[in-house]
T-cell receptor
Framework: AQSVTQLDSHVSVSEGTPVLLRCNYS??????LFWYVQHPNKGLQLLLK??????LVKGINGFEAEFKKSETSFHLTKPSAHMSDAAEYFC??????????????FGAGTRLAVHP | DADVTQTPRNRITKTGKRIMLECSQT?????MYWYRQDPGLGLRLIYY???????NKGEISDGYSVSRQAQAKFSLSLESAIPNQTALYFC????????????FGPGTRLLVL
């Protein structure tokens, strides 16, 4: 069965410094992988997704993630953090099920704090 | 206007009460989902529906029921609320043309006393 592990529950960075949010997955198939962001009191917004095309995926707001099959990783990065990036981030893997439905498996989340 | 809306946004209820959470979408998607979010656990799937006549249990369906009244509406009910159902509840939608991408509502924060 597919699973996803977010290696840090909290990450704190200074504004203008790089962001790295780490995610490892387990999958028996070629997975689809996603990063979602949740700002306070808001729903989840899709940042980016990987679906077996280019291994480096660019998303919104300057985020990108690289799919590394050999390391079973899909880490999220951003060169320079902004205060508005403070939020909770979820790494998600698609579980290839039956009946045409691919269930999403969510990681526990990483809370990103950005300090002035 | 938001594509996926949830009502109410916040709800406080007492143990044993029946409550309903509602979700509406204007995206025209066939597939709808209910999740709950607990701190440190991410989101877990409660129920999902592929169309009006199709309802499926997710990984944590006990204590919950759903109704798909129309393509655009998917309601979640707690027949007899208990304190461990205190959580943040999300509705989501998707369609085949969009692949597995799901679009989420703003969430309903439920407190069961």
């Amino acid at each position: 069965a597919q699973s996803v592990t977010q290696l840090d529950s909290h990450v704190s960075v200074s504004e203008g410094t790089p962001v790295l949010l780490r995610c490892n997955y387990s999958s028996s198939y070629s997975p689809s992988l996603f990063w979602y962001v949740q700002h306070p009191n808001k729903g989840l917004q899709l940042l980016l997704k990987y679906t077996s095309a280019a291994t480096l995926v660019k998303g919104i707001n300057g985020f990108e993630a690289e799919f590394k099959k050999s390391e079973t990783s899909f880490h999220l990065t951003k060169p320079s953090a902004h205060m508005s990036d403070a939020a909770e981030y979820f790494c998600v893997v698609s579980d290839h099920g039956s009946g045409g439905y691919n269930k999403l498996i969510f990681g526990a989340g990483t809370r990103l704090a950005v300090h002035p | 206007d938001a594509d996926v809306t949830q009502t109410p946004r916040n709800r406080i209820t007492k143990t044993g009460k029946r409550i309903m959470l509602e979700c509406s979408q204007t995206k025209g998607h066939d597939r709808m989902y209910w999740y709950r979010q607990d701190p440190g656990l991410g989101l877990r799937l409660i129920y999902y529906s592929f169309d009006v006549k199709d309802i499926n249990k997710g990984e944590i369906s006990d204590g919950y029921s759903v109704s798909r009244q129309a393509q655009a509406k998917f309601s979640l009910s707690l027949e007899s609320a208990i304190p461990n159902q205190t959580a943040l509840y999300f509705c989501a939608t998707s369609d085949l043309t969009g692949g597995e991408t799901q679009y989420f509502g703003p969430g309903t924060r439920l407190l069961v006393l």
